[in-house]
């Protein structure tokens, strides 16, 4: 059974506006969760992060949003630009489990300028 | 420059051939992990090893053995066991006494059949 899931395989948005990607789990084990930027044929370029204690953490334009009694995660981009065309994964890290992570299956944002 | 080389970036497998990947890290981290991905899906977990000369299986370990005999090296083998190993394989590695850090990975090798 998929862990995490991210539910929209694609996204589109003008260029200036907001972008939401969204991502939820199952595993109540999972303390901390990061979000990766990947481009076809590279490896995933770590994004942001947030530990389980907290609700919000912000870098820059992006923004991510916890809401552990939903199981829910966000990540906001504002305002977006054509250079953050990309597929975005959301992972979840259990430190009971060897600090592996489990990652949602992705979603490909297009971002029109 | 620190970081993780996977090397090579393309690689083509005959019929019951085994091959492997490299993966060699020069950040002194201590846990490196190999990953799946599949067009249009996530990354799935194939082994892990947080320490030299022990790692466990994840996911989808079938098909695949690894080696840690050094900190820095990671490989993979892809052996004739695993009927579709076409798939980009991803290396990446942290360092898991640094509290709450994100993994850091390589760019990849593509793997197809020929």
């Keep these: 059974d998929q862990q995490v899931k991210q539910n ?3 996204l589109s948005v003008q260029e200036g506006r907001i972008s939401i990607l969204n991502c939820d789990y199952t595993n109540s084990m999972f303390d901390y969760f ?21 609700d919000k953490n912000e870098d820059g334009r992006f923004t991510v949003f916890l809401n552990k009694s939903a199981k829910h995660l966000s990540l906001h981009i504002v305002p ?12 979840a890290r259990s430190t009971v489990a060897g600090n592996m992570l489990t990652f ?9 300028p | ?3 993780i080389t996977q090397s090579p970036k ?3 497998r005959k019929e019951g051939q085994n091959v492997t990947l490299s993966c060699e890290q020069n950040l002194n981290h201590d846990a490196m992990y190999w990953y799946r991905q599949d067009p249009g899906q996530g990354l799935r977990l194939i082994y892990y090893s947080q320490i030299v000369n022990d790692f466990q299986k994840g996911d989808i370990a079938e098909g695949y053995s690894v080696s840690r005999e050094k900190k820095e090296s990671f490989p993979l083998t892809v052996t004739s066991a695993q009927k579709n190993p076409t798939a980009f394989y991803l290396c990446a590695s942290i360092n898991t006494g640094a509290g709450n850090q994100p993994q850091h990975f390589g760019d990849g090798t593509r793997l197809s059949i020929l």
């Design chain 2, 1 to 3: 420059d620190g970081g």
């Design chain 2, 10 to 12: 393309y690689l083509f």
């Design chain 1, 34 to 54: 990061l979000w990766y930027k990947k481009y076809p044929a590279e490896g995933p370029t770590f994004l942001i992060s947030i530990s389980s204690i907290k």
């Design chain 1, 104 to 112: 949602g299956g992705g979603t490909r944002l297009m971002v029109k």
């Design chain 1, 80 to 91: 977006s630009q054509p250079g953050d065309s990309a597929v975005y994964f959301c992972a």
């Design chain 1, 8 to 10: 929209s395989p694609s």
